[in-house]
């Protein structure tokens, strides 16, 4: 699977709302100059996959609960 198929793919957790944030908050990371700023973007970014993760985690519990 190509990268920007995985991409797709977790982005589909996220409205396209939060997908920006995530994009631009990596940016900001990147260009981070002070402690509070990357921490503050790591933070947010850490609660976006978060969210992406729980949905995968659902996801997966209804798929076993469908093939029971």
């Keep these: 699977m190509s990268r920007v198929n ?3 793919k977790v982005c589909g957790y996220l409205s396209e709302e939060e997908q ?22 790591s933070e947010r970014i850490i609660e976006l996959l978060t969210k992406v993760k729980n949905g995968i985690s659902h996801k997966g519990e209804e798929a076993a609960t469908v093939s029971l």
């Design 6 to 8: 995985k991409w797709e």
């Design 20 to 41: 920006k944030e995530l994009v631009e908050c990596y940016r900001e990371l990147e260009n981070a100059k002070s402690t509070k700023a990357v921490r503050i973007y």
